[in-house]
């Protein structure tokens, strides 16, 4: 069982995309879910979190433009992406943290390009 992840694609700079991620089988009840990225020469970075309860943390890059969103009953996670730049181009990733120690899932990656 895992995540996947879809609704990366090729946008131009000012254009939104919104990223959807689903396990793939049942999975164990979700405390927090996030989105990380990875851009070619970076190392992964946290865009957004929210847990079970709906309180949500951004990285300053993207505050005031993305909005990450969850469905509690499907185990799903949203990322609406507005606004988009070109540093925002890198394969974005979902995670789910379980409640019991040690549960985590990652999702396969979709890809984000924004163009100039």
């Known amino acids: 069982v895992q995540l996947q992840a879809s609704g990366g694609g090729l946008v131009q700079a000012g254009g939104s995309l919104r990223l959807s991620c689903a396990p793939s089988?049942?999975?164990?009840?979700?405390?927090?879910m996030g989105w990380y990225r990875q851009a070619p020469g970076n190392q992964r970075e946290l865009v957004a979190g929210?847990?079970?309860?709906?309180?949500?943390n951004y990285a300053d890059s993207v505050k005031g433009r993305f909005t990450i969103s969850r469905d509690n009953a499907k185990n799903t996670v949203y990322l609406q992406m507005n606004s988009l730049k070109p540093e925002d181009t890198a394969v974005y990733y979902c995670n789910a943290h379980g409640w019991y120690p040690g549960v985590e899932y990652w999702g396969q990656g979709t890809l984000v390009t924004v163009s100039s």
């Open positions: 089988g049942s999975i164990f009840s979700i405390n927090v």
């Open positions: 929210i847990t079970s309860g709906g309180s949500t």
